[in-house]
């Protein structure tokens, strides 16, 4: 049987395409997911939504379920007393429970070709850490969920631009010590 050029070049996109779907899910594809962080050196366990009790030691992340809406917490010292029960709202399809209502701060990083990132950055307020001035707006976060920021304390920010025509930014949270470690090494002024 014979193929007209125009079946062997349907076949020959269909596979393109199918090729690129699947390059894109297996290794571009951002993954959603929610962390519950303790940066702390206490040991803590805790229980959403009245599930199973789970621990989580020093310096851990751990990957959790949590339902768009209401969720519920119960968190516990390393003797299994109450700390605290407590509700939050989940929106958007990554968040971040602050266990131990540390402190964390969101920073924005902006992307684009012929960007003059120094004017953006000093055109914006400037926060202040442990008494120093940090440009750049960092944003302080210390309450116990939050899923304003695009990547997860366990991401880093893209290494390359990704052909982007114009000006775009995209927002990390960092616990407070890798902040500082990270502003340190980026913003070197």
Not at 41 to 62: P, S, V
Not at 71 to 86: M, R, T
Not at 119 to 126: M, P, Q
Request: net charge positive; glycine share 6%; hydrophobic share 35%.
């Amino acid at each position: 049987m014979r193929m007209s050029p125009a079946t062997k070049g349907l076949i020959i996109s269909v596979i393109a395409v199918l090729f690129a779907f699947g390059v894109y899910f297996l290794f571009l594809a951002k993954k959603n997911y929610y962390l519950v962080d303790n940066p702390t050196g206490d040991t803590y366990y805790f229980k959403i939504n009245k599930g199973e009790e789970k621990i989580i030691g020093a310096g851990q992340k751990l990957e959790v379920k949590l339902n768009k809406g209401k969720n519920g917490i119960q968190v516990f010292n390393a003797k299994k007393d109450l700390l605290y029960d407590s509700a939050f709202v989940v929106n958007k399809n990554r968040g971040l429970v602050n266990i131990a209502h540390q402190d964390y701060y969101i920073n924005e990083q902006f992307y684009g070709y012929g960007l003059n990132k120094d004017s953006l950055i000093t055109a914006r307020k400037s926060t202040i850490i442990d008494g120093k001035k940090f440009v750049n707006e960092p944003k302080h976060f210390n309450k116990l969920y939050t899923d304003e920021f695009y990547y997860n304390i366990d991401e880093d920010y893209d290494k390359i631009v990704k052909n982007v025509q114009k000006v775009e930014s995209r927002t990390k949270i960092f616990r407070k010590v890798d902040f500082l470690n990270y502003y340190k090494e980026y913003y070197k002024f």
